[in-house]
């Protein structure tokens, strides 16, 4: 069992029982091994279904979006950082939302667990000291969770959430030799025909069902554009300019708000790692305007201002 | 972005054009015109092209 979910029930639990908040927003244990979906809790007797684990891939700031009453929230690096962009775009006030970060160490990839493993896996259970056992089919393997991450969590600098009411546990180090664009630059270095066959094939087995979209916190118009009828922006089949145009846009509309938390990967049936789009963003945004998303909620969104200082190469 | 995924940077061209430059905006529509002329014919992001499989 995880160390952090006697703490996380202790707090939920006193929470409620407090009246402080009406909802509380966590994790719970799936039907199917290796998923943590999301619950809302509105009683003290019922705080014993939240859980934690590795897999709780989920962004629960999504949750958040215009609610009504004041809610708490457990909240990963990532998750908070998603908060703070709530926050700075008034989807969500402050004062309505209580924050219970949770340091991170990472949340792992259920298809890379599955592919190592090889059979069908029944359970997997998470040690203190970082190692994985995983069942299924009679037989048990041992893992290292390091192994088993997934990518955005690899390259993460921010599990420790930015801002919070409370904690769950002491913060996580964060290792000093992640290389966070690694992934970008191993793209860059590639000749332009290259990266367009790159993502060609990142997106041919897209089905346009949106899950990427929909577990996204920052996809939170009323209307998406791929949705509207009049005009319509995009086509809806599987055309691959429609496929690629959809990425396109959704990855635009993310700029300077993604944290990366990687939480339209996790949703993906297809298993398609769609932040090669949305990391390049982020990487730019810090190159061009030395901008964060989800660090501060008094400042816009790089994409939001303009000084007459902002580099303009690209203009001639 | 779009050239980090594929797009030839010479189809991406941005300029500032006040409305009262008339010859900076002919020399740049006529350079934009003459670089995209270079690179040939767009294949990205065409609709119902018939592609090579
Ligand atoms: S991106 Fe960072 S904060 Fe988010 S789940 Fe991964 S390690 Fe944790
Ligand atoms: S979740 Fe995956 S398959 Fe669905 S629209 Fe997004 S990228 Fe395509």
């Given at each position: 069992m995880h160390t952090y979910i006697d703490k996380i029930r202790e707090i939920a639990s006193r929470l409620l029982k407090e009246e402080a908040v009406e909802m509380v927003i966590g994790y719970q244990e799936g039907?199917?091994?290796?998923?943590?979906?999301?619950m809302s809790v509105r009683s003290a007797e019922d705080v014993e279904k939240l859980t934690w684990s590795s897999h709780c891939c989920i962004n629960l700031a999504n949750y958040l979006t215009d609610i009504k009453?004041?809610?708490?929230?457990?909240?990963?690096?990532?998750?908070?950082?998603?908060?703070?962009?709530?926050?700075?775009e008034g989807k969500v006030k402050r004062e309505d939302v209580?924050?219970?970060?949770?340091p991170c160490n990472g949340m792992m990839e259920r298809r890379t667990i599955s592919n190592i493993f090889g059979d069908e896996i029944e359970e997997v259970v998470e040690e203190a000291d970082g190692t994985v056992i995983v069942?299924?089919?009679?037989?048990?393997?041992?893992?290292?969770?390091?192994?088993?991450?997934?990518?955005?969590c690899r390259v993460c600098v921010h599990k420790n959430p930015v801002l919070y009411d409370e904690l769950v546990a002491d913060p996580?180090?964060?290792?000093?030799?992640?290389?966070?664009?690694?992934?970008?630059?191993?793209?860059?270095?590639?000749?332009?025909?290259?990266?367009?066959?790159?993502?060609?094939?990142?997106?041919?087995?897209?089905?346009?069902c949106y899950a990427c979209r929909d577990a996204c916190p920052t996809c939170y118009c009323p209307?998406?554009?791929?949705?509207?009828?009049?005009?319509?922006?995009?086509?809806?089949?599987?055309?691959?300019?429609?496929?690629?145009?959809?990425?396109?846009?959704?990855?635009?509309?993310?700029?300077?708000?993604?944290?990366?938390?990687?939480?339209?990967?996790?949703a993906c049936p297809m298993g398609i790692n769609m932040?090669?789009?949305?990391?390049?963003?982020?990487?730019?945004?810090?190159d061009l305007w030395d901008w964060e998303a989800g660090l501060t909620s008094d400042m816009r969104p790089a994409l939001e201002t303009f000084t007459p200082s902002d580099p303009e190469d690209n203009f001639k | 972005m779009l050239t980090h995924i594929g797009i030839e940077p010479e189809r991406l061209q941005f300029s500032w054009i006040s409305s009262a430059e008339s010859t900076k905006f002919i020399d740049v529509v006529t350079e934009v015109v003459e670089a995209v002329r270079k690179v040939g014919p767009n294949t990205r992001l065409v609709k119902n092209m018939v592609r090579e499989p």
């Open positions: 039907t199917l091994p290796m998923i943590s979906p999301p009453g004041k809610v708490a929230v457990f909240a990963k690096g990532c998750d908070c950082r998603s908060i703070v962009n709530h926050i700075a209580v924050i219970i970060g949770v069942r299924g089919k009679g037989r048990e393997e041992k893992y290292q969770k390091s192994d088993l991450l997934r990518q955005c996580v180090a964060i290792p000093e030799d992640i290389q966070r664009y690694k992934e970008v630059e191993k793209i860059e270095a590639r000749e332009i025909d290259k990266r367009w066959k790159f993502f060609e094939n990142l997106i041919s087995t897209c089905i346009r209307t998406c554009f791929v949705d509207e009828a009049q005009p319509q922006w995009v086509g809806k089949g599987d055309d691959e300019p429609d496929v690629m145009t959809f990425h396109i846009l959704r990855a635009f509309h993310t700029a300077g708000r993604c944290t990366d938390c990687g939480a339209c990967v996790s932040r090669a789009f949305t990391k390049k963003l982020e990487k730019d945004c810090l | -």
